[in-house]
């Protein structure tokens, strides 16, 4: 029974990674960019929902609502200002803009906000819990989960009902072409990185109610972030679902046999998928 | 070199400026053996700083700037190098100098199941694939009791005391067994910063270095005229473990205290190296040389500014990469047309050229 339990509260977590990954998968799959600042971009979010929180003595929810539209400019400026003059045919660019940000992300934060470890209030919602079939899950990784499932839901919809969504596609599978076509890939990789950014906050939200964070952890989140995508198979969004959940189980599951492994196990079932299916479980880019 | 005998040609690689810079270069090394004659300790620990900084830039550039491997895991051989140089020496009693060679040899052990995890990814991917398995060894070596597990651990007193060549060095300079320690290390980072430099550059004017280029500018391309892309890649990322490995080793060797999160670190091992390549100019030897002045430089100016000398670092790495991705040499070479290493193979005679073709200058 508590190994059931064990792996129920790995399938949890693995919410809150796939919510860590949802973005860097949209923003991968639509411009082949990978944003090393994606974790320090969550760690931000959270500092910024706090900040709210603090200021207006509102719940974290409605904080994280009001600091969505500020996050989507973020993303959406960022995109279009910087990262748009690096996307090529080298990776090169990107990937060293990214890894600069990230390093300016951190120290701006440890500069605004101490190394010290912060939380968001939760009141009753960070113990409460409902009992299904004698195992005590607890809400607020219910409702991570759940977020996550939302997210994934919504993203599909945007992808395969909307007209935005057709631009997506179109850009992804030739930027030229839907160019030609009257899109203009600048934007649309501009509205990408936002939709990122918001679901960066929604990540941030549950990030801060469920555990201490402090400036220094977004590498760690983008990691874990980027296993759950590799893992998945790069542009399938439900992958990246399994792919978290794959890692929350390892991680809740090597803590169980001993504390210090919990990162370490996680690690290790990505290198073991990573070894059995090179390009993950369900591949749908070919790149 | 002479395929046809009515045609004579050769090819060059040497210009006039990169005589002169060969003879000035020579002029450098000695006055850089001679310096702990007159210089004081604390200069002597500043130039090892550059030197083994310059080295690992060294390393990350042929990996990055030749080989197109952007790895962000290259602090797993600094710390493995570092960590194996202190297990040998706290478990087996040896020297730690020739123990330094155990930390290269070690580094390569690592890098070959490491690059056939990490070869599995393309392009960025390979590069937080590399990161994760420096976290992995990170994580496997806090686990390690006997060198201290996750609170590290220091050399043996008696080990860094009868240090090889220590006693000579105390002797001939009239200075105190740490500080005979540090003139030591600083030799052996010199050694090590010409080796590692003229290692490079006699590369890239090999076969070899020619193949890696026609790979890094387009591996389809290079393919097609017979270079093995799979083989260059593997090449490449042994030859930067060792080098990165033996860097760790004597790095920890000068500080004789170890901790995991210390030896491997993010971003003392490759954020700072990578931001050295970029603002210097990637894909040159020269680039790194220039890039660790400046750090270094900035470093001196900017160290009581904790996260903002960080930001700022950052703020200059993003700007660099957005409005002169070559870097300061980039800029330099490109306004002068000076070039201090030239790889480039100029033909002179043949069928198509005026010039007298000079056989012996091949």
């Known amino acids: 029974m508590i190994w059931i339990d064990t792996i129920i509260q790995g399938v949890l977590l693995g919410g809150l990674y796939a919510l860590f990954a949802a973005g860097l998968s949209l923003v991968f799959g639509i411009m082949r960019l990978v944003n090393l600042a994606h974790g320090d971009l969550i760690v931000m979010g959270a500092y910024l929902i706090l900040l709210l929180v603090t200021m207006t003595g509102l719940s974290p929810f409605i904080a994280a609502a009001i600091a969505i539209p500020f996050m989507f400019a973020l993303g959406f400026g960022l995109q279009k200002f910087m990262l748009n003059r690096v996307l090529g045919d080298d990776i090169l660019p990107p990937l060293l803009v990214t890894f600069g940000l990230s390093v300016v992300l951190q120290n701006a934060l440890l500069e605004g906000f101490s190394a010290d470890s912060q939380r968001l209030p939760t009141g009753a919602l960070s113990t409460a819990s409902v009992e299904v079939g004698g195992i005590n899950l607890g809400v607020l990784p219910l409702l991570t989960f759940g977020s996550a499932v939302l997210v994934i839901v919504a993203l599909n919809q945007i992808f395969y009902r909307t007209e935005l969504g057709r631009a997506f596609r179109a850009t992804s599978d030739d930027a030229t072409t839907a160019s030609l076509m009257g899109i203009k890939p600048a934007n649309i990789f501009a509205m990408a990185t936002g939709i990122a950014l918001i679901i960066v906050t929604i990540a941030a939200l549950y990030l801060g109610m469920r555990a201490n964070f402090d400036p220094n952890i977004g590498p760690a989140r983008l990691i874990y972030a980027f296993e759950a995508v590799i893992i998945g198979g790069l542009g399938s969004l439900w992958g990246t679902l399994l792919g978290g959940i794959i890692i929350g189980v390892a991680q809740t599951v090597g803590a169980a046999i001993n504390p210090e492994w919990q990162i370490l196990a996680g690690h290790i079932a990505f290198l073991v998928v990573l070894l059995i299916h090179p390009r993950g479980l369900f591949p749908r880019a070919v790149d | ?362």
């Open chain 2, 1 to 362: 070199m002479m395929t046809d005998h009515t045609i004579p040609y050769a090819v060059h690689t040497g210009t006039p400026v990169s005589r002169i810079v060969g003879i000035a270069a020579l002029i450098l090394i000695l006055f850089l053996v001679a310096l702990p004659a007159f210089a004081s300790r604390s200069l002597i620990q500043d130039m090892f700083f550059i030197l083994t900084m310059l080295v690992l830039a060294q390393f990350w550039n042929l990996l990055a700037g030749y080989g197109g491997l952007v790895s962000i895991g290259q602090q797993a051989f600094v710390g493995i190098g570092a960590y194996a140089m202190f297990g040998v020496v706290i478990l087996a009693g040896l020297d730690p100098v020739p123990a330094i060679l155990l930390g290269g040899v070690v580094a390569v052990l690592l890098a070959i199941p490491t690059a056939f995890f990490a070869f599995r990814l393309q392009g960025a991917y390979f590069a937080i694939g590399t990161w994760v398995i420096a976290e992995v060894v990170r994580l496997l070596t806090s686990q390690w009791k006997a060198v201290g597990g996750g609170t590290g651990t220091s050399l043996p007193r008696d080990a860094t005391r009868d240090l090889w060549m220590t006693e000579t060095i105390e002797t001939v300079f009239g200075v105190r067994n740490a500080a005979a320690r540090d003139i030591l290390a600083y030799w052996l980072a010199v050694i090590l910063a010409v080796a590692t430099i003229g290692g490079i550059y006699w590369l890239l004017r090999t076969k070899r270095g020619l193949a890696l280029a026609a790979v890094r500018d387009n591996i389809e391309a290079a393919k097609s005229v017979g270079v093995d892309a799979v083989r260059m890649k593997w090449t490449v990322f042994l030859v930067a473990a060792f080098g990165t490995g033996l860097t760790g080793a004597l790095i920890y060797l000068q500080k004789a205290r170890i901790s995991p999160d210390a030896a491997f670190s993010v971003t003392d091992w490759t954020a700072f190296v990578l931001f050295i390549v970029v603002i210097g100019g990637i894909g040159t030897i020269e680039g790194p040389i220039i890039g660790v002045i400046v750090f270094f430089v900035l470093q001196t100016l900017l160290a009581d500014y904790g996260t903002w000398y960080l930001m700022l670092l950052g703020v200059i790495g993003i700007i660099i990469m957005l409005f002169a991705p070559k870097g300061l040499w980039g800029l330099i070479s490109a306004r002068t047309g000076i070039e201090l290493f030239p790889v480039r193979r100029r033909l002179t005679g043949g069928a198509l050229s005026n010039s007298k073709p000079n056989q012996e200058e091949t």
